[in-house]
């Protein structure tokens, strides 16, 4: 179905040309790398589908991401408030309904967005759920019959919905996001010298994919010696914080910004490092998202799942699988069997230091 576009269109083409359009909403609602995840799809598929219109259902505090991707609205889903359960969901399908979408890209695939589908369909949208190869994946993990062969990566299985649709796309050398902007007060923060910035974030979901703190020290401290790099410590909640600032304290070229900006801030000073070091995490798509050159540390998860960072997959460390066969032993990094806890120490800090010298030839 197409759809007259209005002067008061919120998504003005470029050169503010009036025309035709269509208008699709692309639900993806959590988590962070999965959210991060789909900005460079949909930088392929507005820079080769220019006429068409995105409005991206997904929490709040993830618009930031968005920002600078062309022709792309948000609609902030709150579920823990007016969106909440299923009378919740039919109020935003309501709302939803008034944007006079042309069909629904469904990229998270979870009772939520299968509440809207039964919605949607008869209202009579079209609307095509992501592929998560849940079959594939098990046979991955699978203990017993292990079956370790490169996926699908998920930049794909979002772009296979777009194709399924109609909108045909090529994610193989998408134009990722430019630099942000950085404030006096975060140069302030963080200092003006010539030393190359490298961000660390050593926190994941998961203890299987975390690396431990005392092994980031020693990378710290290599980097530190070298007066080459200044070292900027990434993460979240108030005891990451509180773990970051105290590992700060012990190095003259170390800083923590966790908790000291805001998501927006923090993304434009991720888009200014010379390199990132992140675990299978959300903070290591975010910086890929830039063309940041990203290495992750995988532990008891594999990039063999499809979650690689975009274009990132030459800069993975993997934990060693001769020494624990059985890698991946889930998708997420929340199951593994004993023995295994210290799985991700077989990378060593020399490992990543190479690495970082490498990438930043």
């Known amino acids: 179905m197409e759809i007259s576009k209005k002067i008061n269109d919120p998504f003005p083409l470029e050169g503010g040309v009036v025309g035709e359009y269509k208008?699709?909403?692309?639900?993806?609602?959590?988590?962070?790398?999965?959210?991060?995840?789909?900005?460079?799809?949909?930088?392929?598929l507005t820079k080769q589908h220019p006429r068409l219109k995105i409005t991206?259902?997904?929490?709040?505090?993830?618009?930031?991401?968005?920002?600078?991707?062309?022709?792309?609205?948000?609609?902030?889903?709150?579920?823990?408030?007016?969106?909440k359960g299923v009378f919740g969901l039919y109020k935003m399908y309501k709302e939803l309904k008034k944007l006079n979408f042309t069909a629904v890209a469904d990229l998270h695939n979870v009772v939520r967005s299968n509440v809207l589908k039964c919605f949607f369909k008869i209202g009579g949208v079209s609307f095509i759920q992501i592929d998560k190869g849940r079959a594939e994946k098990k046979a991955l993990i699978d203990i017993n019959n292990k079956v370790l062969k490169s996926l699908k990566t998920t930049h794909q299985r979002y772009a296979n919905v777009f194709n399924d649709l109609g909108f045909s796309i090529d994610i193989n050398n998408t134009q990722l996001l430019p630099k942000g902007p950085l404030s006096d007060k975060m140069l302030q923060t963080i200092g003006f010298d010539s030393r190359r910035w490298i961000g660390i974030a050593p926190f994941a979901a998961f203890k299987g994919k975390m690396y431990p703190l005392e092994l980031i020290k020693e990378i710290i401290k290599e980097l530190n010696t070298?007066?080459?790099?200044?070292?900027?410590?990434?993460?979240?909640?108030?005891?990451?914080?509180?773990?970051l600032e105290a590992l700060a304290e012990q190095f003259d070229h170390a800083i923590n910004v966790a908790g000291k900006f805001s998501f927006e801030q923090e993304l434009s000073l991720v888009s200014n490092l010379d390199a990132m070091v992140a675990m299978d995490s959300g903070n290591a798509h975010l910086a890929a998202m830039y063309a940041i050159p990203t290495i992750t540390l995988w532990g008891v998860t594999h990039p063999n799942a499809g979650f690689a960072p975009y274009k990132q997959k030459v800069n993975v460390l993997l934990a060693d699988r001769i020494k624990y066969p059985l890698i991946p032993t889930s998708i997420y990094g929340n199951k593994f069997p004993a023995g295994y806890e210290k799985a991700i120490e077989t990378i060593t800090p020399s490992m990543v230091i190479n690495k970082i010298k490498e990438v930043l030839v």
């Open 23 to 44: 208008h699709l909403l692309v639900i993806r609602l959590s988590a962070m790398g999965d959210v991060a995840m789909t900005v460079p799809v949909l930088l392929a």
């Open 56 to 83: 991206v259902l997904t929490r709040a505090f993830f618009r930031p991401m968005f920002s600078q991707v062309p022709n792309v609205a948000i609609f902030e889903a709150d579920v823990k408030g007016k969106h």
């Open 226 to 243: 070298t007066e080459k790099y200044k070292i900027i410590l990434f993460g979240g909640g108030k005891q990451e914080q509180e773990q």
